[in-house]
Structures are given as structure tokens and as C-alpha cells.
């Protein structure tokens, strides 16, 4: 399976090189050329522009995106999307507000372009996995991708939650609860009962609670 990746960055850097152990086609792309000739020296592809970068992907593209949040993504979401295909799969791996994911989602559907959010927590690593990871947006793009998820995630540490959005909500529920304060508990639970989602809170909790892990 050929993936794109855009974002080298220390997390997309590590996901690159671990989906390259595990047999995948990768092809990044990084507006910084020295990571990109660090990477390209453990033999991954790089590409030096967007345009390149789409137009070295086989349709259906599947690109993980793991830049930051915010502006930039917006950025690089509205570059990009000029040179997809419809039925192309983004992941968004970054840490997004649930809304912007929503508001982002609405408009990659417009224009028939599958998104899924994902909360990801934990470190990539190339030989071994400490990553959980929750997932909002079309299921049947999730389908297409839950290999890539078993492969990335540790067993049984990824969750599908719903429509778009709710893969970085769920994370951002974990984020507020991870502490183990009963206040911090509370405003978890109370967010995600007054949320837009229809989600299976005990699902949701009983995956962080059986897939806990340590971050330094």
C-alpha cells in the first residue's frame, strides 16, 4: 500500500520510518530540504512541492497529514486539495480543534474528498508502537484504512467514534481527563455529554481505561 505523508516534524518523522519498516510505499513531502535528505537517506521518497508530492501518489491517494494545527494546516489543506482526486483519503493527525475538523470535513466533502480525524497519543517509534489513536469521519475511508491503523496503532489501540470531529474530540476528552482529577474527569464526560457528537461515552472511556500510557 503507497502512502503520502506530509509533516516531518519528530512525530511524522518516526511515522514515516515505522510505516517503511512495515512494507508501506511512502512519500513525503516537508518544506524544510534537510529533514527531507535526512529521510531520503534511509530510503523513503521525498518530493520538493505539493504538486509533486500529489502527482507521485497512484489514485486513491492516502495522505497523512502531521503538521500543526491551525493556519497552517488550513494552509496546506487549501494547496493540496487542488491537485486530489475524488475518493482520496486525508488523515489529519494533527492536534485540531474538533470544530475546525468539522469545518474542514464539510468542505474536503464538498468537494468529494474523504477525511478522518485523528487523535493520536503516544510516541511513534519504527520498530515498536505506544500509539492509541481515535478516529471520526466516513467509515467506509476508515475501512479502506483500518490496516494502516492495526499496523501503526499498539493491539487493539485505535477506536472508531464517529463522524467527523470526534476522533480529535475523543482525544481532547482523554487530554482533559489523563490527569486523574475528579474535576478534570467531570469536565471531560460533562463535554462530551453536551457535544454535537452522538457518541458511545462508555466505549470511549473503557478504551482509554484498558489503553492508558505514560507520556513523558
Do not use: P
Not at 16 to 27: F, P
Amino acid at each position: 500500500m503507497q502512502i503520502g505523508l506530509i509533516g516531518l516534524e519528530e512525530t511524522g518523522f518516526n511515522l514515516a520510518l515505522s510505516l517503511h519498516s512495515k512494507g508501506y510505499k511512502v512519500v513525503v513531502y516537508d518544506h524544510n530540504e534537510d529533514v527531507l535528505q535526512d529521510i531520503h537517506r534511509k530510503g523513503i521518497s521525498t518530493t520538493k512541492s505539493l504538486k509533486d508530492f500529489a502527482e507521485s501518489l497512484s489514485t486513491k491517494r492516502v495522505i497523512w497529514m502531521m503538521i500543526s494545527a491551525g493556519d497552517r494546516m488550513d494552509e496546506t489543506l487549501a494547496n493540496l486539495s487542488g491537485y486530489l482526486s475524488v475518493s482520496d483519503i486525508i488523515i489529519d493527525g494533527s492536534n485540531s480543534f474538533y470544530k475546525d475538523t468539522i469545518r474542514r470535513g464539510q468542505a474536503l466533502q464538498g468537494m468529494q474528498i474523504d477525511y478522518l480525524d485523528c487523535g493520536v497519543i503516544g510516541d511513534i517509534h519504527r520498530t515498536a508502537s505506544d500509539v492509541r489513536i481515535t478516529i471520526g469521519g466516513n467509515r467506509f475511508a476508515l475501512n479502506f484504512c483500518e490496516s494502516l491503523f492495526k499496523d501503526i496503532a499498539a493491539h487493539g489501540g485505535y477506536l472508531y467514534c464517529g463522524r467527523s470531529g470526534s476522533g480529535h474530540f475523543a482525544s481532547m476528552i482523554y487530554k482533559a481527563v489523563k490527569d486523574g482529577t475528579m474535576q478534570n474527569l467531570e469536565e471531560g464526560l460533562s463535554g462530551a455529554h453536551t457535544s454535537e457528537f452522538t457518541l458511545d461515552i462508555e466505549k470511549i472511556i473503557n478504551f482509554w481505561k484498558h489503553n492508558s500510557i505514560s507520556e513523558n
